[in-house]
């Protein structure tokens, strides 16, 4: 069974994918199978790709790229309650890791951070190190350890039952190309053969040596020439002198070479990453009059320039439509 559309609608008809197999008040065991950096270079940010061996547990062939699962850390929080499942991102094509569904990956970045007041109850002079419970746990976790996992979640941020019928505009921010990772393998080297669609990822982070996947992405551009990689690295200084910035700049710099593809019926535009690039993303689409298919603004924003849209008034008023999937966080 199919949803969201008709023969005739540009919009993506989206499969039935499994969902909540494995609840959080029953996780499964997985094992590590793999664990390695998967940054460009040195970076003050850590980011493993870390694989999960799930056969033999209800995940097993069940999940598909573009959904989540859960993982539970060992340990009690501050309450001395059970540690509460966290969700990842699954950066796997649908076949997993190993060709066959048995082993999923994600991309998991290290909470590192300075502990500072955010209730006028906590101590303004606190200002020691904290580091996230469950990111720590997965990126420490060694080949070999035993994790509780849970799963698959998300129906949404999938790709379409028809792939090749769409064309694909993925835009991320850091470890939010863990699902694009998982759905561009799934379009170019799935079991299907490749699809001919014109398929642009838009790779937004602070310096070159954050780069995720990197080198693989290139590889795949070389081997298909409908996939562009496209990077915006916002802290390092361009060949013109002026700063690199953030996707939607990219998009608007760019505008030439992505307002064809925006254009036409076909596309799909999907955002994973922070909050702040669905804002950017969204005024550049109405600025850049491409917003139709892709945004539904209601009467109250209608008459608002687009520089003055804020995170709070396009949460408020701006709908995307079937063909604008959004995972932001
Ligand atoms: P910056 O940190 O220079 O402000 P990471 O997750 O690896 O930190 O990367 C996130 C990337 O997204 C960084 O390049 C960051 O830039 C950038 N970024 C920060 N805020 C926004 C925003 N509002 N829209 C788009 N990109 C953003």
Same mark, same amino acid.
């Given at each position: 069974m199919t949803t969201d559309s008709t023969e005739h609608s540009p919009d993506p008809v989206l499969p039935d994918v499994n969902m909540h197999l494995v609840p959080p008040s029953k996780p499964v065991v997985g094992r590590v199978v793999e664990s390695t950096n998967c940054m460009k270079g040195k970076s003050a940010s850590f980011v493993r790709h870390v694989s999960i061996d799930v056969s033999g547990t209800p995940l097993e062939g069940a999940f598909c790229s573009g959904q989540s699962f859960g993982v539970v850390p060992p340990g009690v929080d501050h309450n001395g309650k059970p540690h509460k499942v966290r969700l990842y991102s699954i950066a796997s094509p649908t076949r997993g890791e190993d060709g066959e569904g048995k082993v999923l990956a994600t991309t998991c970045k290290r909470l590192i951070d300075e502990y500072w007041p955010? %209730?006028?109850? $906590? $101590?303004?002079t606190r200002h020691d190190l904290f580091t996230g419970v469950c990111s720590n746990y997965l990126c420490d976790s060694k080949v070999g350890d035993e994790i509780l996992v849970t799963g698959p979640v998300g129906k949404r941020f999938i790709l379409p039952a028809e792939p090749c019928r769409h064309d694909y505009l993925f835009l991320a921010t850091g470890t939010g190309i863990a699902p694009f990772r998982g759905m561009i393998s799934d379009l170019l080297e799935g079991p299907d053969g490749p699809v001919d669609s014109d398929i642009h990822l838009v790779m937004g982070v &602070? #310096? %070159? %040596? @954050? !780069? !995720? #996947?990197d080198d693989a992405l290139r590889a795949l551009e070389k081997r298909h020439a409908n996939f562009h990689y496209h990077t915006v690295v916002s802290r390092e200084i361009q060949p013109d002198g002026t700063k690199g910035g953030y996707v939607h700049h990219y998009l608007d710099r760019q505008v030439h070479l992505h307002e064809t593809l925006l254009r036409e019926d076909r596309t799909l535009m999907y955002l994973c990453g922070l909050a702040g690039m669905q804002l950017g993303v969204f005024q550049f689409l109405a600025r850049a009059g491409l917003g139709d298919a892709y945004l539904k603004v209601k009467d109250d924003l209608r @008459?608002? /320039? &687009? /520089? $003055?849209? $804020?995170t709070k008034s396009i949460r408020k008023y701006v709908r995307p439509t079937h063909r604008c999937m959004l995972e932001v966080y």
């Open positions: 955010q %209730t006028p109850k $906590d $101590d303004e &602070p #310096y %070159t %040596t @954050d !780069l !995720l #996947y @008459d608002v /320039a &687009p /520089a $003055d849209w $804020d």
